[in-house]
């Protein structure tokens, strides 16, 4: 007599591999909204230290201060437009 496993014959590697890719995407999409919050913390962080109450002059006296506001800056639109490349992708909308 020969047993045949039902869970076998309806078990789908193919359904696995989705759920697979569409929790890692959740994942990833969660974690870089999550950095870009940091990095956006981070930049209003940097703006107290220049300016106000809070002011350390080794950041505002000379270009280091600026230059690490314009990078921080970037960082934030770099990962901005990385996130809306993967909404792009993920959602299959036309830009």
């Keep these: 007599m020969n047993v045949t496993n039902l869970f076998d014959q309806l078990h789908d590697p193919y359904a696995d591999h989705d759920d697979a890719v ?8 969660t ?3 999550y950095g870009i919050r940091v990095m956006e913390h981070a930049a209003e962080l940097l703006d107290d ?23 921080l ?3 934030v639109r770099t990962a901005r437009a990385a996130y ?7 959602e299959k909308e036309q830009p």
Aim: proline share 0%.
């Design 22 to 29: 569409t929790e890692k995407r959740a994942e990833l999409i």
């Design 31 to 33: 974690h870089l909204t």
């Design 49 to 71: 230290l220049r300016s106000g109450a809070a002011e350390d002059v080794e950041l505002v006296d000379g270009r280091d201060g600026r230059d690490c506001a314009a990078h």
């Design 73 to 75: 800056d970037a960082a």
């Design 84 to 90: 809306a490349v993967l909404h792009v992708v993920f």
